[in-house]
């Protein structure tokens, strides 16, 4: 009898409708832990906990989020997307998008 052999499916996870293979989504997992690191110096909590940064979504290569400060005249804004870029670029991601909503 011989045996038959398969490759093993990878794993897939969905982003925003579309399916993500399995190394993007160990990347989106890296850089949202990331974000999890990036905290409001005047609140002592992270951005992600804060509910700062939605909408994330992947697309070729690149990441794209929406950003809410907590205030319109946030002083530390500049700070925060430096911060998100370095996220991405650390989880292996070409670039990061970062839309401010104020």
């Known amino acids: 009898m011989a045996i038959k052999k398969t490759k ?29 690191k990036i905290i409001d110096p005047h609140t002592g909590i992270n951005i992600l906990d804060m509910n700062m940064v939605q909408n994330i979504v ?22 925060f997307v430096d911060e998100m870029k370095k996220a991405a670029k650390h989880a292996g ?3 990061c998008e970062v839309k401010l909503k104020i």
Not at 14 to 22: D, E, L, M, S
Not at 61 to 79: E, H, Q
């Open 93 to 95: 991601f070409s670039d």
């Open 8 to 36: 093993p499916k990878a794993n897939k996870e969905k982003a925003k409708g579309k399916t993500i293979g399995t190394d993007t989504a160990k990347q989106m997992n890296i850089f949202r832990e990331n974000l999890k």
């Open 58 to 79: 992947y697309k070729n290569g690149k990441i794209a989020l929406d950003f809410i400060p907590t205030s319109p005249f946030c002083p530390v804004v500049n700070y």
